[in-house]
């Protein structure tokens, strides 16, 4: 019998002991996949980096103890998604900026060239300034990592050709109208519907920063965008710049049509509109754009962190701060959003990373074949 419990106790010990040294052993982690590990092995040979485990990068963000990132985001957003993000990390010492104007990017960019933005991590990456700042960035493989999951962020909202930066956010354009001067039915049906000799003549107004008209090229190709632009100004539209005040007009029952204004601008002005006058509607092709692109610097001191950021931002708690304070402000590509919800089962214009950089100047063509037009000064 005494024998018999030796054995017992014997065995017990000699698992405890094993069950210990498991314990502090490498083989109670997850060894990287062989998909992972060729994944790296590519990124690496084309000078990218690549992180086989996010608890990998959480522990280097948690070294490096700090963050600091500018944003384009609006100022109560950056807010939120910054005090959601410390308490998501309460290790990180977290401070983002807004940044907006062609000036303050135009600085930046300056100073990112000459070295001299050593204080910042993540950046906003201006759209109509795009190609300046790849060279500039952490050649971080965001999109080999978001694909094999290292990275929680959907692969659509990361730029294929440079893998290192993503949209947060996306914008589509819509019709606002006014329903004391025109019926819900009588809103044209379709963007050609704008070139029916009912709306010739001023009945409608069109902003001369034609983002809507530029992002109908990803859907029709350049020439017929072009066509359509020229007709469209054909039709005497009333031009304006901006949509927000535009909106306000519109609420007072000035203008009746408005083409192409951003649905988050739309809403904005809907809900401040107590008389419950404005309306909007969503044409096909929905002209879709990604925006407010972000990346992590290639000076930055505190990498890890940073992208971290750039993941908070792309996450579902993320998307739902965009959606309630950009306003409806989260991608289009994440479920559930309001933009994934109000375009489900359309056709989409989608100004995706291969039309991106081209926007400024699908934007100069229109205007071009517009004729230069000019803003009404009566108006």
């Not at 990998?56 to 950056?78: D, P």
Request: charged share 25%; aromatic share 12%; hydrophobic share 45%.
């Amino acid at each position: 019998m005494k024998a018999f419990f030796f054995k017992i106790a014997t065995f017990f010990f000699i698992n405890s002991i094993i069950v210990c040294w498991l314990a502090g052993s490498d083989l109670f982690a997850a060894s990287p996949s062989p998909a992972l590990l060729k994944a790296r092995q590519e990124a690496e040979t084309k000078g990218f980096i690549f992180e086989t485990s996010r608890d990998e990068i959480v522990a280097k963000a948690k070294k490096e103890g700090r963050m600091r990132a500018l944003s384009s985001l609006e100022t109560e957003t950056i807010k939120v998604m910054a005090a959601a993000f410390k308490a998501e990390y309460p290790f990180l010492d977290v401070h983002v900026e807004e940044t907006t104007g062609t000036e303050a990017i135009q600085r930046f960019i300056l100073e990112m060239k000459t070295g001299r933005a050593k204080g910042w991590d993540g950046t906003h990456v201006s759209t109509d300034f795009y190609n300046e700042f790849p060279p500039y960035l952490k050649k971080f493989d965001i999109l080999g990592m978001a694909t094999h999951g290292v990275l929680r962020i959907p692969a659509q909202i990361v730029d294929p050709a440079n893998r290192n930066i993503i949209a947060v956010t996306s914008g589509i354009q819509v019709v606002a109208f006014s329903k004391k001067l025109i019926a819900p039915e009588k809103v044209p049906d379709s963007w050609e519907d704008f070139l029916k000799p009912e709306f010739k003549g001023r009945k409608f107004v069109a902003d001369v920063r034609p983002t809507e008209i530029a992002a109908l090229v990803p859907a029709w190709g350049l020439e017929r965008t072009l066509d359509f632009a020229r007709k469209l100004a054909a039709q005497q539209p009333i031009w304006v710049r901006g949509a927000t005040r535009t909106l306000t007009v519109m609420a007072a029952g000035e203008y009746a049509l408005f083409i192409g204004p951003g649905f988050h601008t739309a809403m904005r002005a809907v809900e401040k509109d107590p008389a419950g006058t404005l309306g909007y509607k969503i044409l096909e092709p929905v002209p879709t754009r990604l925006t407010e692109a972000a990346a992590v610097l290639s000076t930055s001191e505190h990498p890890y962190a940073a992208l971290l950021w750039l993941e908070f931002q792309a996450s579902p708690q993320g998307q739902r701060i965009a959606d309630k304070h950009e306003p409806y402000g989260a991608s289009v590509f994440v479920p559930g959003s309001t933009l994934e919800k109000l375009t489900k089962g359309k056709k989409f214009s989608l100004v995706n990373w291969d039309h991106f950089t081209r926007m400024s100047d699908y934007q100069a063509k229109v205007v071009e074949a517009y004729g230069f037009p000019k803003v009404d000064k009566g108006r």
